[in-house]
């Protein structure tokens, strides 16, 4: 008897992954439940969703990781499946056992799995056992930090510390000195129980330039195991993913296939069952190690999926109903070369700080066979501090590496996204650097090119500041004439004189320049003088954010949107941000964002690392903020003192507040 498919699932998480379940739900006509946060009240899953229940506060752990919460969602709207997705409960055995105990299907691996893989020192054992290649180190009970110091001096630095219950790149620290060793493991410690409840971790020998290449595996409950290639992830920055590829390139066939057997022996070692990722360290030489395996859909799919045709997801829903796995390994065959490059709310400029704030603009490439947008949020939503602030994920493919390359790079300069900081420029910088354009692929490759992903404000062409000037005045000539005496001659904005031309001077400042755009308003154009340059200018808006503009007889058109004195403008596929100058403002002088002092992020207060009164060296730790699953180290701008802390460790802070009060030591004083 054939089994039956599921009729309704919920699914226990939010942004992109929730939406992702849901399309191929919607695709294979099953029902699906989101659940909701209060912050997530109005998210573009909750919109997408059949049905939607609210499970708690904002904070994931009074909503998403509320286990009760989530079984009493299920069974209020007849959920036979629950989906996890990835992060929250997805590699929890106890939320997978307690839905076995309910009755509801959860939609990945058994429970023994989960727990004998959840532990990075328990899964070594037992791959060890497997026959597959470990990295040397330490992963025994003993925790006692003078213990691990000991064995991390035996195995030699640099080691890197890394939970045992971790991942996506938390909990973990490079040490590369004995000095450096108990910071290091006092932080990683912190880290690892605030994100897993289990502070518990081991000692590794670190890899100098190793790649990260992960293999995709799925089993059913028939004992059947697949590989399905691999994926090479070692673009990374905090141990943290940024740029995936499936296949990975310039590796040989044979390296292929040992991945693949090692990966499917570490599963078949724990009776693997539906979607898992086995992760290696491959060294120059091509021998690889065994890191950790992920026992859950992965965020990188997607590039997977690509290069196969397949759905995952399909694949995960029909193994939890019970069917075979659809293929068998010889059945699988790999397509051309895909990318993915994960857009976040985060600044770039200012060490990669989460930014948070409403998506007054958003756009993003069409999708087609080649370009694929997996989203959470849609214009209008908000970025909150609350999760992690990733915007989209934007997947390619083609034929080869070089035309996926080249068309992932003309696909970020097709995003607009306007309200939040974000790394698509970064993105376009990293994917046309020297080293990866060539393939020269390892964990330290963005360290390698900080010279080239350095970042750069560009002067702005005149085009671009003529555009900006021109949507000044269609604006202000648009609101005249809408307004409720659009008919009174004082309140036209056309620059009309009696025996007079008018002339207006915009002034324009990016990243301390300063342009200035001289107007002057004529009968059916616009001249527009740029330093010795004068053009002649005409063009409107469409939709509110377009405009079609014709600049010395030559067309073009740009996307304009204004925030909070902020002009950004898209034209030919760049981005400009421009500030028009108010004549009208006046600037204070502000000592605590002079001095670094001030919380560059919203979050928590984690720790404060000194007393008051205490005497500190220029660049000394002081505290430590956490939001948006990072950690941000605020240090003494100078030598002098910390006289009194404003927050202590416990505390929400909202970005801009000043921290703490600090004494600098006056020049040449004791």
């Not at 420029?425 to 994917?431: D, G, H, N, Q, Y």
Request: proline share 5%.
């Amino acid at each position: 008897m054939k089994p039956t498919m599921f009729t309704t699932i919920l699914i226990a998480n939010r942004g992109e992954i929730a939406c992702r379940i849901i399309a191929t739900c919607r695709r294979l006509g099953i029902r699906t439940v989101a659940v909701y946060s209060d912050a997530d009240a109005n998210s573009r899953p909750v919109r997408l969703a059949d049905q939607a229940v609210h499970i708690g506060p904002s904070p994931a752990r009074e909503s998403y990781l509320v286990i009760d919460r989530i079984l009493a969602a299920a069974k209020q709207t007849g959920a036979e499946a629950i989906h996890p997705g990835y992060g929250f409960l997805a590699e929890n055995d106890g939320f997978a056992d307690a839905c076995a105990q309910a009755g509801i299907v959860f939609i990945g691996p058994p429970s023994a799995a989960i727990r004998a893989m959840g532990s990075k020192a328990a899964a070594k054992i037992l791959v060890r056992q497997a026959g597959v290649p470990l990295t040397p180190g330490y992963d025994g009970a003993n925790q006692e930090p003078s213990f691990l110091k000991q064995q991390a001096d035996a195995i030699g630095y640099p080691v890197m510390i890394k939970a045992n219950a971790g991942g996506g790149g938390k909990g973990m620290r490079r040490v590369d000195s004995r000095a450096q060793f108990a910071a290091a493991l006092l932080s990683c410690k912190r880290e690892a129980a605030a994100s897993f409840g289990d502070d518990s971790v081991l000692i590794e020998k670190c890899l100098i330039h190793p790649r990260h290449i992960e293999v995709q595996v799925f089993g059913d409950t028939f004992g059947n195991i697949v590989s399905l290639f691999e994926r090479d992830c070692s673009v990374q920055r905090r141990h943290q993913k940024v740029i995936e590829e499936a296949p990975a390139p310039s590796i040989t066939q044979q390296l292929r296939d040992a991945l693949g057997h090692a990966a499917r022996e570490a599963a078949r070692a724990v009776g693997y069952v539906s979607a898992g990722t086995v992760e290696f360290l491959v060294d120059r030489d091509g021998g690889f190690h065994f890191m950790e395996m992920n026992t859950r859909l992965q965020v990188e799919h997607p590039v997977t999926e690509m290069i196969t045709g397949l759905d995952f997801v399909e694949w995960q829903l029909r193994v939890a109903a019970g069917e075979p796995l659809p293929l068998n390994q010889g059945q699988i065959s790999l397509r051309g070369h895909a990318i993915e490059a994960r857009i976040y709310a985060e600044d770039p400029a200012h060490d990669f700080l989460p930014s948070i704030g409403k998506l007054v603009h958003l756009k993003t490439p069409s999708p087609s066979p080649h370009v694929r947008i997996d989203t959470g949020v849609e214009q209008g939503d908000t970025i909150t501090p609350f999760y992690d602030p990733m915007i989209a994920k934007l997947i390619v493919w083609d034929e080869t590496r070089e035309l996926a390359l080249s068309r992932m790079t003309r696909a970020l300069s097709e995003c607009q996204i306007v309200g939040v900081a974000n790394n698509a420029a970064f993105l376009r910088r990293l994917l046309t650097s020297p080293s990866f354009t060539a393939a020269n692929l390892d964990t330290s490759l963005i360290e390698r090119e900080q010279k080239w992903l350095a970042y750069e404000s560009a002067a702005t062409p005149d085009s671009a500041v003529i555009i900006a000037a021109l949507s000044v005045v269609l604006r202000e000539r648009a609101a005249a004439e809408s307004a409720s005496d659009a008919n009174s001659p004082w309140a036209m904005r056309d620059g009309w004189r009696v025996n007079a031309t008018y002339m207006r001077s915009l002034v324009f400042t990016q990243n301390d320049r300063e342009t200035a755009a001289v107007v002057e308003y004529r009968a059916h154009d616009y001249r527009i003088a740029i330093g010795h340059a004068s053009h002649t200018v005409t063009g409107q808006m469409r939709y509110e954010v377009s405009i079609d503009a014709v600049i010395d007889g030559q067309r073009m058109q740009a996307t304009v949107v204004s925030v909070d004195g902020r002009i950004h403008v898209f034209l030919d596929r760049q981005s400009h941000v421009l500030t028009l100058n108010d004549p009208l403002e006046i600037s204070g002088h502000d000592h605590a964002k002079e001095s670094g002092l001030i919380a560059p992020m919203p979050g928590r207060v984690v720790a404060l690392l000194v007393q008051p009164g205490e005497a500190v060296e220029k660049g000394a730790s002081l505290m430590v903020l956490e939001a948006m699953k990072m950690e941000c180290t605020i240090h003494a701008p100078a030598a002098g003192r910390v006289q009194s802390f404003f927050f202590a460790a416990g505390d929400q802070v909202n970005e801009g507040v000043e921290l703490l009060h600090f004494d600098r030591d006056a020049p040449g004083g004791h």
